[in-house]
């Protein structure tokens, strides 16, 4: 695993569209080098319009995955649990998550990690836009939108209550647990871990501090 810092963005003008959704957008897509030879998928997008988005800029063809989406492949559609694409082995080039790994519930995060090992091409790339890290090992959850009945955590995580929040999981990993779930499956990616020093200067919103990129070697 290797830990690169000091990630800076140049400043720019900007619009108002341009919020801290638009700066993980553009981070991914700048570190994934995207071109019109690529297959990309968009892991866990729900309705961000970022597939779309990359298809027009650079003419790559996109494929937008969600748990919510219809099982199977549907068009550009891929619908299903992200540890087990309808995907063929190595047929992608390009992948990303945007906001979204965090949300990974029980061991999905290393089934996932496993999976897009499986479907990545030699030379393809992950991008994970925002890497949560902590220094403890954290979950943090809205449980006022939990089902009946809760959900299971892990019993070595600390838990964080934040009602009024709108998701149920989130998952903050501290060294010793990305190591232990990451680092420990890679099973030949190399992994780079980015540090954004300024993401305020771009938006006064922008929580983005870390970001995840595998290459399949």
């Known amino acids: 695993m290797h830990i690169t810092l000091h990630f800076h963005i140049t400043a720019m003008p900007l619009k108002r569209i341009f919020f801290k959704k638009s700066l993980q957008h553009y981070l991914a897509a700048k570190l994934l080098g995207l071109t019109r030879d690529d297959v990309y998928v968009d892991v866990?997008?729900?309705?961000?319009?970022?597939?779309?988005?990359y298809h027009r800029l650079y003419g790559c063809k996109v494929y937008c995955q969600d748990l919510e989406f219809p099982e199977g492949i549907h068009g550009n559609v891929i619908g299903g649990n992200a540890s087990n694409m309808p995907l063929e082995d190595e047929s992608v080039t390009k992948m990303a998550l945007h906001c979204s790994f965090e949300h990974f519930e029980k061991n999905s995060d290393i089934e996932f990690i496993r999976e897009a090992?499986?479907?990545?091409?030699?030379?393809?790339?992950?991008?994970?836009?925002?890497?949560?890290?902590?220094?403890?090992?954290?979950?943090?959850?809205d449980p006022s939108i939990l089902p009946f009945g809760g959900i299971s955590f892990e019993n070595d995580a600390i838990l964080f209550c934040a009602k009024g929040w709108g998701a149920r999981h989130a998952r903050f990993y501290d060294v010793p647990h990305l190591i232990k779930r990451i680092r420990n499956n890679l099973n030949g990616f190399r992994l780079k871990i980015y540090v954004v020093q300024n993401g305020k200067e771009v938006t006064p919103s922008c929580y983005t501090k870390f970001i995840a990129i595998f290459e399949k070697i």
């Open 44 to 53: 866990a997008c729900a309705n961000s319009p970022a597939s779309e988005i």
């Open 117 to 141: 090992n499986r479907v990545l091409c030699k030379g393809g790339k992950l991008c994970i836009v925002p890497l949560y890290l902590s220094n403890k090992y954290v979950v943090q959850t």
